[in-house]
């Protein structure tokens, strides 16, 4: 189904991942229906395509209804809606995993040709991460549900607006030293726009169904490398303390009482795994390859947008 005009519905497709993807839909012919809680703060979505190209609407995946109507006429689904803390109704059962079920009932009994569904790299077996057993448990219900489904699984994604370099630009900032939780676990970070192309691909059925794809970008580097990459693109040379698990811990504790905590248990415990592309994903094709995708190295994207961490923002040299 690679077809000019097909309807797309994007879950979520209003934030930093899904505003890339809207747009590689968009260039590719398709329509494009954004689903959104909040349709009146997604008015932005609209200029993502041309004229009445792309349309804003309300859904809610917590809500059976709202889904089916999103859905109903479109030829492709995408879901990239998950959240990584709770607050007030918004738990991890209910959105993580409960809703991607329901996004997929709804798309198998709308006669959906393609769904797409955005997890992410490492949550398997992850003991003590309500999170991360939503995830898996969200896989799980949305290949039960339509088997034909894709699984997207990327590791950590870069790109301006990204939540992982920006936090610890942040931080690097404000605070002259940074706590280092797991430091040799390896990350294999992947471009926003390499995951927006590789979704995009499988909703025009580029890719055979029914399989998990992971992807990551060419460098695997370990956090204490990543945070110091982070230093160098932003020129400050913050001091870097291990930080032992239960202070961590602590430290989660107090911050959870935050709108949007800056650090949870959930991330302390993934913070001590690697989460990179497993060799079995290689063995079998089933990373940006098959999409064929080259991905982009962070040394092309990072200095583009960290240079506003730097003291004197733009006008800092960049040294080498």
Avoid at 118 to 128: D, N, Q, T
Avoid at 160 to 176: E, H, K, Q
Avoid at 312 to 320: A, H, I, L, P, V
């Amino acid at each position: 189904m690679d077809h000019e005009n097909t309807l797309v519905t994007v879950f979520g497709g209003s934030g930093f991942i899904g505003t890339q993807l809207v747009q590689a839909l968009a260039r590719r012919g398709h329509r494009v229906r954004v689903a959104v809680r909040r349709p009146d703060l997604a008015g932005h979505v609209r200029m993502l395509g041309g004229v009445g190209q792309v349309v804003p609407v309300q859904a809610n995946i917590r809500d059976a209804a709202s889904v089916r109507q999103a859905i109903a006429g479109a030829g492709a689904v995408v879901n990239l809606v998950g959240i990584g803390f709770e607050k007030g109704r918004q738990r991890f059962a209910a959105v993580n995993a409960r809703g991607a079920a329901t996004v997929a009932e709804a798309a198998r009994e709308a006669g959906v040709t393609r769904l797409v569904h955005m997890s992410g790299l490492g949550f398997e077996g992850v003991e003590g991460s309500g999170f991360a057993r939503s995830k898996t448990a969200g896989e799980e219900a949305v290949l039960e549900a339509f088997p034909e489904a894709v699984i997207i699984r990327p590791s950590i994604v870069f790109g301006p607006g990204d939540g992982f370099f920006n936090l610890l630009g942040s931080l690097a900032r404000m605070s002259p030293v940074l706590p280092l939780i797991g430091g040799q676990s390896r990350f294999q970070p992947v471009h926003v726009g390499d995951v927006a192309e590789a979704i995009a691909i499988a909703v025009g059925g580029g890719v055979p169904g029914g399989r998990i794809y992971e992807l990551g970008g060419p460098d695997i580097e370990t956090y204490r490398q990543l945070t110091e990459r982070v230093l160098k693109a932003t020129g400050r040379s913050n001091l870097l303390l291990p930080l032992p698990v239960p202070v961590a811990r602590a430290m989660a504790m107090v911050f959870s009482v935050l709108p949007r905590p800056l650090l949870t248990g959930d991330q302390i415990t993934l913070l001590q795994r690697d989460n990179v592309v497993s060799p079995e994903a290689i063995a079998e094709h089933r990373t940006l390859a098959a999409f064929g995708i080259l991905p982009t190295s962070m040394d092309a994207i990072l200095p583009d947008y960290l240079w506003r961490f730097r003291r004197n923002g733009q006008f800092d040299r960049q040294t080498s």
